[in-house]
Nanobody, 124 residues
Framework: VQLQASGGGLVQAGGSLRLSCTAS????????MAWFRQAPGKEREFVAA????????YYGDSVRGRFRISRDNAKNTVYLQMNSLQPEDTAIYSC??????????????????WGQGTLVTVSS
């Protein structure tokens, strides 16, 4: 297993959760770590990414200002801090890694390694 995600669960609207994704050395050394999510009956959606080459973070429009991605290189782990959660944030959240060009940061097709996903459920 190259990517292991954890931290999902049930939370009330307005609450917070932190997801973690731990990677093998070789996977984590790749340029970009990202989170995507997929809600039932919907397409996979870009949530956030952190690019190692410029140390910058990128966010999907629906989560910007509420979610924060961070990276701990010593632990080979990327985190997704999710605040002000809403029922529409309910989804399976998956972490991904890859050497992705800047213009494709939010494109799932550019990522070569994927974790198993963790379920986040937000109740109203």
């Amino acid at each position: 297993v190259q990517l292991q995600a954890s931290g999902g669960g049930l939370v009330q609207a307005g609450g917070s959760l932190r997801l973690s994704c731990t990677a093998s050395d070789s996977t984590f050394s790749r340029g970009t770590m990202a989170w995507f999510r997929q809600a039932p009956g919907k397409e996979r959606e870009f949530v956030a990414a952190h690019r190692r080459n410029n140390n910058r973070s990128y966010y999907g429009d629906s989560v910007r200002g509420r979610f924060r991605i961070s990276r701990d290189n010593a632990k080979n782990t990327v985190y997704l801090q999710m605040n002000s959660l809403q029922p529409e944030d309910t989804a399976i959240y998956s972490c991904a890694a890859g050497n992705v060009i800047l213009s494709s940061t939010s494109d799932a097709r550019g990522y070569s390694s994927w974790g198993q996903g963790t379920l986040v459920t937000v109740s109203s």
